[in-house]
């Protein structure tokens, strides 16, 4: 993916990746090293990184907290399927954290969409 | 906003909300009581709430996370801004947790998106 031009205006781009056929049955030790390893990618700092695993071969929910802001990440391993976002300020480009993730997960397939967040105001 | 159709093939529906021309000052107990309020009034559970404050009159970057995945939140107080994000799956509705957060922080503009994730995989 080419990362969107860089928004003038604010605070960032926020990419959301969806992962299919992918082992998703990860365990949360090596989801936190990719998180970090994305995070480093990116030049974000992590402030904290919170994950709750549901049990034995069921899906984890959780996020890297970032001062430049976050990545989320939900795992689906009965349908292998992992749903990421991305959201990084200031000079960070979240494609870099992407390109870790995508590495760690092998997803066949992917779908990606990205925005730029905080562009001016509508009606102004 | 209306909801987007219901995603019969997965995980959940995906709103990201840009709130400008708000209060973004508030302190990190008063976004925590939202947060719990939105998640709430999706019927989500919180698993955990991680909030991190950058100092006096600077913003916020946190999440609430849910067994049915996230709401974060970061705030740009110098320029009245605030990115919000609301990602849940199974039969939570975000619009109901937007709802609370548009009353909580009363923006005179916003832009929102909506994505329904985990749609069946490109190229299938």
Same mark, same amino acid.
């Given at each position: 993916?080419? %990362?969107? %031009?860089?928004?003038? #205006?604010?605070?960032?781009?926020? /990419?959301?990746?969806? #992962?299919? &056929?992918?082992? %998703?049955?990860?365990?949360?030790?090596? @989801?936190?090293?990719?998180?970090?390893? !994305?995070?480093? =990618?990116?030049? =974000?700092?992590? /402030?904290d @990184?919170?994950?709750?695993?549901?049990?034995?071969?069921?899906?984890?929910?959780?996020v890297a907290?970032? !001062?430049?802001?976050?990545?989320?990440?939900?795992?689906?391993?009965?349908?292998?399927?992992?749903?990421? &976002? @991305? #959201?990084?300020?200031?000079?960070?480009?979240?494609?870099n !954290? $992407?390109? /870790?993730?995508?590495? #760690?997960?092998?997803p066949?397939?992917? %779908?990606?969409?990205?925005?730029?967040?905080? $562009?001016?105001?509508p009606? /102004?």
């Open positions: 993916m080419t %990362a969107p %031009a860089v928004n003038p #205006f604010g605070p960032g781009h926020h /990419v959301l990746a969806d #992962f299919w &056929d992918v082992d %998703a049955s990860c365990d949360i030790i090596a @989801i936190e090293t990719a998180l970090r390893m !994305a995070a480093l =990618a990116s030049a =974000a700092t992590v /402030v @990184i919170r994950l709750h695993g549901f049990g034995e071969n069921a899906g984890i929910t959780g907290l970032l !001062a430049e802001s976050h990545i989320s990440i939900h795992t689906w391993p009965e349908i292998s399927f992992v749903a990421l &976002d @991305i #959201f990084m300020c200031g000079s960070c480009n979240p494609d !954290a $992407l390109d /870790v993730l995508r590495k #760690f997960f092998k066949k397939r992917e %779908a990606i969409v990205s925005h730029l967040r905080g $562009l001016p105001p009606h /102004v």
